[in-house]
T-cell receptor, first 113, second 112 residues
């Protein structure tokens, strides 16, 4: 099993460009999450989807949109990238009741210049 | 005030010693607690979960939970250089179905 797969692994954008980060899981998990990780800030939740068909804002949602395409896939879109969105982005998935913790993807390192 | 607090470190311990990592949380109603290990440039990896007061042991790792003091810790016995990483404490705050909240992590360095 691949677990949680994120694409791309690295990306450089110019300010104002848009892009979509892709995430897919093959563990039949109900819930999926997008976090960003910045030095000294820890992991901060951007958006999450508790189940197929639902999405909710996390701690830092501004400048992002998400789509839960189906049970397996959860994408994160930056409509107009800003240098403040330079970060490492992690997708994660969980059983739904979160009792067992989350499994993380390998991350996307995004630089906005 | 951050809801999950950890000392950022670095915490340096000699090889073979016990490393003690600590975490406090703000919500007395929290029920589920996790420790993740993150090597530099890699993604977080779940190493321990604990839900009841007391100790839970898994190999060289022991998680300790004290809900009255709102405190959870991770002990690593016989520390090895390969344990050098950042350790993230994560909590499901309150008793609802809410996402994990992570502390900022403690960087551990095990010196050979």
């Amino acid at each position: 099993n691949a677990g949680v797969t994120q694409t791309p692994k690295f990306q450089v954008l110019k300010t104002g460009q848009s892009m979509t980060l892709q995430c897919a899981q093959d563990m039949n998990h109900n819930s999926m999450y997008w976090y960003r990780q910045d030095p000294g800030m820890g992991l901060r939740l951007i958006y999450y989807s508790a189940s197929e068909g639902t999405t909710d804002k996390g701690e830092v949602p501004n400048g992002y949109n998400v789509s839960r395409l189906n049970k397996r896939e959860f994408s994160l879109r930056l409509e107009s990238a800003a240098p403040s969105q330079t970060s490492v982005y992690f997708c994660a998935s969980g059983m739904g009741q979160d009792y067992y913790g989350y499994t993380f993807g390998s991350g996307t390192r995004l630089t906005v210049v | 005030q951050k809801e999950v607090e950890q000392n950022s470190g670095p915490l340096s311990v000699p090889e073979g010693a016990i490393a003690s990592l600590n975490c406090t949380y703000s919500d007395r109603g929290s029920q589920s607690f996790f420790w993740y290990r993150q090597y530099s440039g890699k993604s977080p990896e779940l190493i321990m979960s604990i839900y009841s007061n007391g100790d839970k042991e898994d190999g060289r790792f022991t998680a300790q939970l004290n809900k009255a003091s709102q405190y959870v810790s991770l002990l690593i016995r016989d520390s090895q250089p390969s344990d050098s990483a950042t350790y993230l404490c994560a909590v499901i705050l309150n008793s609802g179905n809410t996402p994990l909240v992570f502390g900022k992590g403690t960087r551990l360095s095990v010196i050979a």
